[in-house]
């Protein structure tokens, strides 16, 4: 049996599965699988959260295997992030672009999924927090299936996935 803890050992869960999707395709079939199965699904970033926002005797999804950057709009400054990345990645993979984040909390070992998810923030009163510099989201839906969500295009779901 699989056994899963969050960083601060204050959560424990015994999922059925924990799959590990590599690709938007393998993250479908996941979704799929569990849903053919009547399985309920969680999402983990890197754990951090110390409440038990990820416990489920489902299926665990871990997109640790599913990080990096997909698309730089050069022009707009807006970048696609895979959601497995960790905060720590994000400064050398926008270094070569002459972009950076605004500003970054003290830890920065979550996931840019997890950390946008939750309101993560950084310090100094004038700077928001990450979920605030979200302009777009592509989000997979429980039936595998996937869309496109801003502020333009599906606004509430939206505001729903830049801050859950
Ligand atoms: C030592 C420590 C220091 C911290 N410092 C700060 C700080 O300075 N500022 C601050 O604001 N917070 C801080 N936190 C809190 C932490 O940033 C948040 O709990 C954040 O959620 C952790 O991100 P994570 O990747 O670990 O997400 P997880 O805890 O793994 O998941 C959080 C939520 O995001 C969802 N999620 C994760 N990945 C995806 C995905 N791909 N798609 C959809 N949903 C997803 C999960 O299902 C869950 O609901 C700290 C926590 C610790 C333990």
């Known amino acids: 049996m699989s056994t899963f803890k969050n960083f601060a050992r204050t ?43 990820v416990h489920t005797d489902g299926v665990l999804l871990n997109l640790d295997g599913f990080q990096g950057i997909e698309e730089v709009d050069a022009f707009t400054h807006e970048v696609l992030f895979r959601a497995g990345t960790r905060l720590w990645q994000v400064p050398a993979l ?27 923030h950084g310090t100094g009163l004038k700077f928001t927090g990450l979920s605030a ?6 989000i997979m839906l429980a039936d595998g ?15 729903a996935s830049r801050l859950g």
């Not at 984040?101 to 997890?114: F, P, T, V």
């Open 11 to 53: 959560v424990r869960a015994h999922p059925a599965a924990i799959n590990r999707p590599r690709s938007v395709t393998e993250l479908s079939q996941y979704l799929q699988q569990a849903a053919a199965r009547h399985q309920p699904v969680r999402t983990v970033g890197a754990g951090h959260s110390f409440t038990p926002l």
């Open 94 to 120: 926008l270094k070569p672009f002459h972009l950076a984040l605004e500003n970054m909390g003290d830890i920065d070992r979550q996931s840019i999924a997890g950390a946008i998810s939750t309101g993560t």
């Open 133 to 138: 510099a979200v302009t777009g989201v592509q």
């Open 145 to 159: 299936s996937h869309m496109r969500a801003s502020s333009q295009e599906n606004p509430e779901l939206f505001e």
